[in-house]
T-cell receptor, first 112, second 112 residues
Framework: NAGVTQTPKFQVLKTGQSMTLQCAQD?????MSWYRQDPGMGLRLIHY???????DQGEVPNGYNVSRSTTEDFPLRLLSAAPSQTSVYFC???????????FGAGTRLSVL | SQQGEEDPQALSIQEGENATMNCSYK?????LQWYRQNSGRGLVHLIL?????REKHSGRLRVTLDTSKKSSSLLITASRAADTASYFC????????????FGKGTKLTVNP
């Protein structure tokens, strides 16, 4: 069972570079979310999606874009990376029927 | 802003002892969940308690919920070194259950 798969696991960017963090789930879950985790801050919601073609902003959406063209994939785009985006990023998914989230292993991003 | 806040921030105990972590939240909820995060890994769901439940058990885990005090506790009995991890409470956000809001976590260390 693959569950929620995130790639890459590690990434180093220079300020101003762009990149896409990939997230895929094979559980046919309707809901998908992106969180960032910073020391002492817990997890903060960036963007989420309740189904293909539907996305919405979370608590800290600035600097990030998302799209949901399929049920399986929910990529997170950084258009112009900033040092403040240095963090660990987690993708999660869940089904409508249950409020239990399944998390990927995370992407550790450093912006220099 | 975080809905749930865990207490204490860090807890260190000996193997075999019980560990108790607390979570306080600010507004009414539909349910409250506890997650575990091992170092460098994603979060794993432990237990969900609904707002109309007062106590729930799962193996060595016992969760209580006091909606009048807006608080929950997670008790791990007979702790093991493998229980060393960070523990987070999560509540569904006010106004809807599409989003989960996580606290900052309690870092538990179980010494062998």
């Amino acid at each position: 069972n693959a569950g929620v798969t995130q790639t890459p696991k590690f990434q180093v960017l220079k300020t101003g570079q762009s990149m896409t963090l990939q997230c895929a789930q094979d559980m046919n879950h309707e809901y998908m979310s992106w969180y960032r985790q910073d020391p002492g801050m817990g997890l903060r919601l960036i963007h989420y999606s309740v189904g293909a073609g539907i996305t919405d902003q979370g608590e800290v959406p600035n600097g990030y874009n998302v799209s949901r063209s399929t049920t399986e994939d929910f990529p997170l785009r950084l258009l112009s990376a900033a040092p403040s985006q240095t963090s660990v990023y987690f993708c999660a998914s869940r089904t409508i029927a249950k409020n239990i989230q399944y998390f990927g292993a995370g992407t550790r991003l450093s912006v220099l | 802003s975080q809905q749930g806040e865990e207490d204490p921030q860090a807890l260190s105990i000996q193997e075999g002892e019980n560990a108790t972590m607390n979570c306080s939240y600010k507004t009414s909820i539909n349910n409250l969940q506890w997650y575990r995060q091992n170092s460098g890994r994603g979060l794993v769901h432990l237990i969900l308690i609904r707002s109309n439940e007062r106590e729930k058990h799962s193996g060595r885990l016992r969760v209580t919920l006091d909606t009048s005090k807006k608080s929950s506790s997670l008790l791990i009995t007979a702790s093991r070194a493998a229980d060393t991890a960070s523990y987070f409470c999560a509540t569904d956000a006010p106004g809807g259950s599409e989003k989960l809001v996580f606290g900052k976590g309690t870092k538990l260390t179980v010494n062998p």
